[in-house]
Nanobody
Framework: QVQLVESGGGLVESGGSLRLSCAAS????????VAWFRQAPGKEREGVSC????????CYAASVKDRFKVSRDNAKNTIYLEMNSMKPEDTAVYFC??????????????????????????WGQGTQVTVSS
């Protein structure tokens, strides 16, 4: 069973950048799809990005497309989310999640093109990201 730990959150000014990491233990992530979700206070959880077992299989919510980039380093058993041109509305707790059905997980999207939470069974505890205006 895979355990996930997010890191890299913090406070950044509007227009700045952050890189989140999702480190796995207990199993190799090489055969999992991994996704990033976020939840702001008082709002529903939102799918942000996903990456399949093959690094060229990715998805992005419309709100982050062209600003965020997801990648994986299988040697380090870690997934990254590089966030650029950040906006105050990016403020949220960010979670990574893994699916042992990578093809299905990356194919099934929500209305905005991001990952769908119901496809992912393993979740981290989250890391806070705050973007100041």
């Amino acid at each position: 069973q895979v355990q996930l730990v997010e890191s890299g959150g913090g406070l950044v000014e509007s227009g700045g950048s952050l890189r989140l990491s999702c480190a796995a233990s207990g199993s190799t992530l090489e055969y999992y799809a991994v996704a990033w979700f976020r939840q702001a206070p008082g709002k529903e959880r939102e799918g942000v990005s996903c990456i399949g077992a093959a690094e060229d299989s990715t998805c992005y919510a419309a709100s982050v497309k062209d600003r965020f980039k997801v990648s994986r380093d299988n040697a380090k058993n870690t997934i990254y989310l590089e966030m650029n041109s950040m906006k105050p509305e990016d403020t949220a707790v960010y979670f990574c999640a893994a699916s042992s059905s990578p093809v299905m997980a990356t194919m099934v999207r929500d209305m905005s093109g991001g990952p769908l939470a119901t496809q992912y069974g393993y979740w981290g505890q989250g890391t806070q990201v705050t973007v100041s205006s």
